[in-house]
């Protein structure tokens, strides 16, 4: 059964700090890791991840993967409020087939206060 | 393009009674899922579809049944609603090949009382 623990659970910080948020995973046959900022409505796609080592970037958010040690990063810096939402990370089998699906963690929540 | 839209965004059932969670999507994905979103515990896939006439159970699919005649839709079906079945139901559609991102729709907030 394919496994996605995420960590911290919940994350306080204050405005201008960098913070990083964990996604380690077990998965059969790994196709790729997903991140996602879900505010209060419904996920939105941040990155998707299938090679080791290579950073993906977007504006102040960075994501890497360890295939390896089976890990995922994403981090935030000069955080805003803005930067407020829970942060999901999902992983994405291989089946060779038709089959597609997406196993979450549960998620983690981050608080940005000014 | 409206995306994906799930309707209602909000319902209140008694336990026993039956209903159905319409999604529907105008990208023409071939893809298209059901997940259950609870407190603390992430997003559970329920069922999902790889084209239409294909249907498969995913992670938690007691209590729910899926059909796609269409491309375009992909209803969800609480037979005899519960307790247990109060919660947040997202539906979300993707592409067969190539960049297998997600578009969610706004979700379905459900209670059974």
């Known amino acids: 059964e394919d496994k996605v623990v995420q960590s911290p659970l919940s994350l306080v910080v204050h405005e201008g700090d960098t913070v990083t948020l964990n996604c380690s995973y077990e998965?059969?046959?790994?196709?790729?890791l997903l991140w996602y900022k879900q505010e209060k409505k419904a996920p939105t796609f941040l990155f998707m991840l299938?090679?080791?080592?290579i950073e993906k970037k977007s504006g102040r958010l960075s994501s890497i993967l360890d295939k390896k040690e089976l890990f995922s990063i994403l981090n935030i810096t000069a955080t805003q409020t803005g930067d407020s939402a829970v942060y999901l990370c999902?992983?994405?089998?291989?089946?060779?087939?038709?089959?597609?699906?997406?196993?979450f963690g549960k998620g983690t929540l981050l608080t940005v206060n000014p | 393009n409206a995306g994906v839209t799930q309707t209602p965004k909000f319902q209140v059932l008694k336990t026993g009674q039956s209903m159905t969670l319409q999604c529907a999507q105008d990208?023409?994905?071939?893809?298209m899922s059901w997940y259950r979103q609870d407190p603390g515990m992430g997003l559970r896939l329920i069922h999902y579809?790889?084209?239409?006439?294909?249907?498969d159970q995913g992670e938690v699919p007691n209590g729910y049944n899926v059909s796609r005649s269409t491309t375009e839709d992909f209803p969800l079906r609480l037979l005899s609603a519960a307790p247990s079945q109060t919660s947040v139901y997202f539906c979300?559609?993707?592409?067969?090949?190539?960049?297998?991102?997600?578009?969610f729709g706004p979700g379905t907030r459900l209670t059974v009382l």
């Open positions: 979300a559609s993707s592409y067969s090949m190539g960049r297998n991102t997600q578009y």
């Open positions: 998965v059969t046959n790994f196709r790729s």
């Open positions: 299938t090679s080791s080592g």
């Open positions: 999902a992983v994405e089998p291989n089946s060779g087939g038709s089959n597609y699906k997406l196993t």
């Open positions: 990208m023409n994905h071939e893809y």
């Open positions: 579809s790889v084209g239409a006439g294909i249907t």
